[in-house]
T-cell receptor
Framework: QQQVKQSPQSLIVQKGGISIINCAYENTAFDYFPWYQQFPGKGPALLIAIRPDVSEKKEGRFTISFNKSAKQFSLHIMDSQPGDSATYFCAASRGAGSYQLTFGKGTKLSVIP | KAGVTQTPRYLIKTRGQQVTLSCSPISGHRSVSWYQQTPGQGLQFLFEYFSETQRNKGNFPGRFSGRQFSNSRSEMNVSTLELGDSALYLC??????????????FGEGSWLTVV
């Protein structure tokens, strides 16, 4: 049973465009939702994270939108750059002090000049 | 501050052998968790340790085990290796405080190939 569903699997965006990646979760006990960026040959790097008490969080060009009632959250990358080309993973964990992340399957983003 | 350090980075083992992977967490981080990453299954949680105690375990067979030492360093072991164990094994560490919450930082992983 996949508890975090991520879409699309792959995404091609032109430089300067907006990249949007969506995730949906099933377990209502999840209360922490991070996004990770992974380049080939590297480990995942924490990009941005949100908790259910806010509907949106912005850090630079990266924004998480969160819809608690729909059990969905999304990552928006504004002004996408070729350097953003990577695989992005959404994840979720439950409970304060939980360090067990459930990951989506990942989205391979390609930003073309 | 140094990140999560994993050794070895690359290794090749034969079916039936065992392997031990090491992880040094970020200084001051007391929680260490391990994940397996494969193209087919993605990132899957193996187990998590805090203060030398396993707190959570994922859905993996008993061939996968781990431990944490008093200095927070951790090792994971896979015995009787199978071809399907070929994967990137990622170690992650967390600070464990009210401010950092669930923030988890990953190392660059150990690439295991089983032949």
């Amino acid at each position: 049973q996949q508890q975090v569903k991520q879409s699309p699997q792959s995404l091609i965006v032109q430089k300067g465009g907006i990249s949007i990646i969506n995730c949906a979760y099933e377990n209502t006990a999840f209360d922490y939702f991070p996004w990770y960026q992974q380049f080939p040959g590297k480990g995942p790097a924490l990009l941005i994270a949100i908790r259910p008490d806010v509907s949106e969080k912005k850090e630079g060009r990266f924004t998480i939108s969160f819809n608690k009632s729909a059990k969905q959250f999304s990552l928006h990358i504004m002004d996408s750059q070729p350097g953003d080309s990577a695989t992005y993973f959404c994840a979720a964990s439950r409970g304060a002090g939980s360090y067990q992340l459930t990951f989506g399957k990942g989205t391979k983003l390609s930003v073309i000049p | 501050k140094a990140g999560v350090t994993q050794t070895p980075r690359y290794l090749i083992k034969t079916r039936g052998q065992q392997v031990t992977l090491s992880c040094s967490p970020i200084s001051g981080h007391r929680s260490v968790s391990w994940y397996q990453q494969t193209p087919g299954q993605g990132l899957q949680f193996l187990f998590e340790y805090f203060s030398e105690t396993q707190r959570n375990k994922g859905n993996f067979p008993g061939r996968f085990s781990g431990r944490q030492f008093s200095n927070s360093r951790s090792e994971m072991n896979v015995s009787t290796l199978e071809l399907g164990d070929s994967a990137l094994y990622l170690c992650a560490s967390s600070l464990v405080d009210r401010i950092s919450g669930n923030t988890i930082y990953f190392g660059e992983g150990s690439w295991l190939t089983v032949v």
